[in-house]
T-cell receptor
Framework: AQSVTQPDIHITVSEGASLELRCNYSYGATPYLFWYVQSPGQGLQLLLKYFSGDTLVQGIKGFEAEFKRSQSSFNLRKPSVHWSDAAEYFCAVGFNTGTASKLTFGTGTRLQVTL | NAGVTQTPKFQVLKTGQSMTLQCAQDMNHEYMSWYRQDPGMGLRLIHYSVGAGITDQGEVPNGYNVSRSTTEDFPLRLLSAAPSQTSVYFC?????????????FGSGTQLSVL
């Protein structure tokens, strides 16, 4: 069965600093990988996704992620963090059974941004 | 665009009570699902449906029932609430065509079972 590990529970960065959130996955086949963001009291919003092709994917709000098959990783990055980026971030691995989209989520990383 | 609508936003139950969490989507999505979110556990899939009349269990189905009589609605029923079901519940939907497309999430229902 697929699994996702987000080793950092909580990260604090200063506004304007760069950010990298780690995500490692376990899956026997080519994974579909996602990053979601959750603001307080809200549902999850998709930041970006990787299905195939270019291993560096661009998402919304200036985020990007790089798929590294050799490391089973899909780390999320942003060159310069804004205070509004403070939220919880979830990595997810998915697969298509042919009839359903099934995702397994990591436990999340809470990002705090200091001014 | 309403997207995915969940009601209620907050609910407090006593142990043993029953209730239904409502979920409706207006995007004509075939796939709908229910997740629960607990601190340090991420989101865990409870039940999902790939179309009207078709449901299946996810990772943590015990204590929950679902049905899918229409494409739009996917209610989650707690038959006899337990404190272990205190959680935030999210409904999500997506198209099932091709690759697993992005899930559209509702804003959640915060449930407390006393």
């Amino acid at each position: 069965a697929q699994s996702v590990t987000q080793p950092d529970i909580h990260i604090t960065v200063s506004e304007g600093a760069s950010l990298e959130l780690r995500c490692n996955y376990s899956y026997g086949a080519t994974p579909y990988l996602f990053w979601y963001v959750q603001s307080p009291g809200q549902g999850l919003q998709l930041l970006l996704k990787y299905f195939s092709g270019d291993t560096l994917v661009q998402g919304i709000k200036g985020f990007e992620a790089e798929f590294k098959r050799s490391q089973s990783s899909f780390n999320l990055r942003k060159p310069s963090v804004h205070w509004s980026d403070a939220a919880e971030y979830f990595c997810a691995v998915g697969f298509n059974t042919g009839t359903a989209s099934k995702l397994t989520f990591g436990t999340g990383t809470r990002l705090q941004v200091t001014l | 665009n309403a997207g995915v609508t969940q009601t209620p936003k907050f609910q407090v139950l006593k142990t043993g009570q029953s209730m239904t969490l409502q979920c409706a989507q207006d995007m004509n999505h075939e796939y709908m699902s229910w997740y629960r979110q607990d601190p340090g556990m991420g989101l865990r899939l409870i039940h999902y449906s790939v179309g009207a009349g078709i449901t299946d269990q996810g990772e943590v189905p015990n204590g929950y029932n679902v049905s899918r009589s229409t494409t739009e609605d996917f209610p989650l029923r707690l038959l006899s609430a337990a404190p272990s079901q205190t959680s935030v519940y999210f409904c999500a939907s997506s198209t099932t065509e091709g690759h697993p497309e992005k899930l559209f999430f509702g804003s959640g229902t915060q449930l407390s079972v006393l």
